[in-house]
């Protein structure tokens, strides 16, 4: 598998952060490679495992185990909705709805991490409930990509969607 | 610590920052003694902000002057407990004050090699914390020879990607050295014994790391009088639910009671609704019913002991007091319920979080807290058996105290303490007498089959 230049600087970079342990990197550099590339696929657990001495079963349980990686590509647009208490209380699974219609995504029961992502057809957007973002206080809070935005009532959803094209 | 949070005129970067007397305190604390830094923090009262309330001077205290092994110190900014969200404030909007507390510490602690441990999920946060580490770098608070003390510290960010348990201390270090986040018994692996890469390593929580600057400024002493015995300093408090006003609030501890908090400072209840349970520190912590009463401990004038009792409204908000009344003051996160809410459903929602983010090693949390799970789902789908409550009780029984970690009193205490307190809303959901038959997804050989359609 062949590293974007790019890509694989800043992987080289943060490695230099963890000095005593190699190991400590596979974290960091998985982070860089679902950015840079998407998702983290097969081949880039083997080459994540060749790169830092690492058999590949020690990379494939962290992708397994920590629920933010994804091993198939999202839409171009990713929506995190929080479904822990004080946002459920205020309307976080209304707002789920609300958002697979706009979005026209399938609403089907979450699968949960490892399940298949739900995905509108066009491929456009992609969403997943996730647990407590820390944000209660303004809840219903939801993730864009990397915007938070909060207190989301649930008739706001297309709103949000429309300033992701 | 939230003096600066949503100021007017105030950005994160280090011009502001140090515009408003900013690593003042570091100057300060590299002309102390190490030994003196930290007796300051010790004298100071200062318990552990991030959910268990840990003195921090003891917690300090453990790692010896000569240590041969490196030290290090990790910051706990993995902000997961569902009701928590003061340390997102600081990270995004004062992270200077958390990288002085931090080297502040690593000076006092005689550690060159620190990590903040981000969430994933504050993917902003942790450029913004970068910026600032590069920031000090230019300044020279940070790298080699820090303002010519010839002390040399690097801190770098690492991010976590979604797990609850890495807010686990020992989780945490796991999660650090390249590992499933599975926390490990302690004794032994005390991290401030064999912590990262089995050298001794302090884990704080971002809030209580933030404290230590101020303590430096003002001294320990002084510290030690704001709030109350063996609960000092402030905390921020976060208050959540079904309040008008819902937010967070630095407070002296104690300086609150519940009924302040809620009536005063949130607006109160929402029009024409009455409260019905509160959850004082996090969704770990045990619910508090509105109405009950509850006996504890009074200091009379002449020295003895009395007892009285109060309602939810006049439980002063610090550690010992939500301790004393069976909850506790946890992560400061507080969730409050009104009347229009089923705790069935409520324990339910709490319940999916613990099952989904169990580790998984522990045998009674792992298969605990999924079983739990189903049965507040069956009973919320209308299935509920006369068992369920007693076997509720049961499973969670055996669930807390059983385990490596706390995680496992964290997802027992809810389901002990709905199931306890409001025993007439879960026993009128479990009336039948058997369970019915299962949805038909579930039929074992219709399962078989989808399995061999897929493979």
Request: glycine letters at 10%.
């Amino acid at each position: 598998m062949e590293m974007p230049r790019e890509l694989l600087a800043k992987i080289d970079e943060a490695i230099t952060h963890y000095p005593a342990s190699k190991r400590s990197a596979v974290l960091p550099v998985l982070h860089l490679i679902q950015e840079g590339l998407g998702f983290v696929s097969d081949e880039a657990v083997e080459w994540t495992a060749a790169k830092l001495e690492l058999q590949p079963i020690n990379v494939l349980e962290l992708v397994t185990f920590y629920p933010m990686f994804r091993r198939e590509p999202a839409g171009v647009h990713h929506i995190r909705v929080c479904r822990t208490l004080s946002c459920a209380m205020a309307g976080g699974y209304q707002l789920m709805n609300s958002f697979c219609r706009a979005a026209r995504i399938e609403n089907h029961a979450h699968g949960g991490h490892g399940a298949a992502i739900q995905k509108s057809k066009d491929g456009k957007y992609s969403i997943e409930f996730v647990e407590c973002l820390a944000s209660c206080g303004t809840a219903p809070v939801c993730m864009v990509n990397d915007d938070l935005h909060e207190k989301v009532a649930p008739e706001a959803a297309p709103a949000i969607l429309q300033k992701y094209t | 610590m939230f003096q600066n949070v949503d100021r007017e005129g105030w950005s994160e970067d280090i011009g502001c920052y140090m515009e408003n007397g900013g690593y003042e305190e570091l100057r300060k604390a590299l002309t102390m003694e190490r030994t003196a830094i930290v007796n300051e923090v010790k004298a100071s009262g200062l318990r552990g902000r991030g959910g268990a309330g840990f003195p921090c001077g003891v917690k300090w205290g453990f790692i010896k002057l000569d240590e041969p092994k490196p030290v290090y110190l990790i910051c706990n900014a993995d902000e997961s407990e569902p009701g928590t969200f003061k340390d997102r404030y600081i990270l995004h909007q004062d992270p200077h004050q958390l990288l002085e507390g931090m080297i502040i510490s690593s000076f006092a602690l005689g550690v060159h090699l620190a990590y903040i441990y981000i969430r994933g999920e504050f993917p902003t946060g942790a450029k913004i914390l970068e910026t600032a580490i590069a920031e000090a770098r230019a300044k020279n608070f940070l790298g080699k020879n820090i303002l010519g003390s010839g002390f040399d510290l690097e801190i770098y960010v690492h991010r976590g990607a979604g797990a609850y348990i890495c807010g686990e201390e020992t989780g945490l270090i796991e999660s650090l050295e390249g590992k499933r986040a599975y926390p490990r018994i302690k004794p032994p692996y005390f991290p401030a014994v064999l912590g990262l890469y089995q050298c001794p390593t302090i884990v704080n929580n971002v809030e209580t790391l933030c404290n230590i600057k101020h303590i430096v400024r003002m001294g320990g002493a002084e510290y030690a009088k704001i709030g109350k015995p063996n609960n000092t300093g402030t905390r921020v408090l976060c208050v959540s639910g079904d309040v008008r006003e819902p937010g967070y609030f630095e407070l002296e501890v104690g300086a609150v009671t519940m009924g302040e908090l809620i009536y005063d400072l949130c607006g109160g209840m929402k029009p024409g609704r009455k409260l019905k349970a509160v959850i004082p520190g996090g969704s770990s912590a045990k619910v508090l019913r509105a109405g009950e009463k509850y006996k504890i401990k009074t200091k009379q004038p002449d020295g003895s002991t009395g007892e009285k009792e109060i309602g939810i409204e006049d439980i002063v908000m610090d550690f010992d007091s939500l301790a004393a009344v069976g909850s506790m003051a946890g992560s400061g996160g507080v969730i409050v319920m009104d009347d229009s809410r089923d705790m069935l459903w409520t324990l339910n929602n709490i319940n999916e979080f613990y099952a989904h983010e169990s580790c998984g090693q522990c045998t009674p949390c792992r298969e605990g807290s999924l079983w739990m799970k189903k049965i507040t789902e069956r009973m919320l789908l209308g299935g509920g058996v006369e068992r369920d409550p007693a076997v509720l009780k049961n499973v969670a029984d055996n669930i807390a105290g059983r385990t490596i970690c706390a995680f496992g009193e964290a997802c027992a205490w809810p389901t002990q303490s709905f199931v306890a307190k409001f025993k007439e809303e879960f026993d009128s959901r479990a009336g039948k007498p058997v369970p019915p038959p299962m949805p038909p997804e579930y039929l074992p050989e219709e399962l078989i089959g989808k399995e061999e359609a897929h493979a």
